[in-house]
């Protein structure tokens, strides 16, 4: 039986707006989501419970309920629409399928249909945040799974993403190569050494991204 394609996403996201659970975390607490309902209720606001290993730091708005395993269980209501993490997920019809916080961020998982669907998501997310880090991205295609790595080529200057694309072209990258740095040094009306500079950052970078824990 195949599956349907799609993109499973782990994020990390530091500083969010809007995000109780995050305050929290931000000493020594860390939780993760136990229930979740993201519909308001007839109050307009949205019930969350979530376990935290520690009470320390936890606000009194929110209502211990029981001991869970390590940690106890909470619930909160907080106000909904306001663009919290979750919130700007779903807004993309990406379901969210985990949710953890730690030292102050949110460690999110959830499903996209494609990858240009998960750009808007991060995008989203970046809006309202200090930063989002792309941690893991495993996509299903019918029978198979692989990783994915989603690499934000805005991270290149115009000149490395020149230097990249112009080596791949003329097949400096090919083996046997088509093409020597001279070569492509000279395409590029640059010297070798400048273009090996360019080259190694351009690389550094892109590996930085594809090799990230």
């Not at 020594?28 to 376990?51: C, H, K």
């Not at 106000?79 to 990406?94: H, K, L, Q, S, T």
């Not at 934000?152 to 115009?158: A, F, I, K, M, P």
Request: charged content about 30%; some cysteine; overall charge negative.
């Amino acid at each position: 039986m195949t599956s349907a394609a799609g993109i499973r996403a782990e994020l990390k996201v530091t500083g969010p707006d809007g995000c109780p659970v995050a305050t929290v975390s931000e000493g020594d607490t860390s939780g993760y989501a136990l229930s979740r309902s993201m519909a308001p209720n007839e109050r307009g606001s949205v019930v969350e419970e979530f376990v935290f290993d520690d009470d320390d730091g936890v606000p009194e708005e929110m209502e211990r309920l029981f001991e869970y395993g390590d940690g106890s269980v909470y619930r909160f209501d907080r106000e909904g629409g306001i663009g919290c993490p979750c919130e700007r997920v779903e807004a993309f019809d990406c379901p969210v399928v985990d949710v953890q916080t730690r030292d102050g961020a949110l460690f999110l998982t959830f499903h996209a249909p494609d990858v240009e669907t998960l750009r808007d998501v991060v995008a989203s997310l970046r809006e309202s945040s200090g930063s989002v880090d792309v941690r893991r991205l495993l996509q299903s295609s019918t029978d198979e799974s692989r990783d994915l790595v989603l690499v934000e080529r805005g991270q290149l200057t115009d000149r490395q993403r020149e230097v990249l694309e112009t080596a791949h072209e003329m097949g400096y990258f090919d083996h046997p190569r088509r093409a020597n740095k001279g070569e492509v040094a000279a395409e590029l009306g640059i010297t070798t050494s400048t273009f090996s500079e360019h080259l190694a950052m351009a690389q550094k970078k892109l590996m930085g991204a594809i090799l990230q824990e």
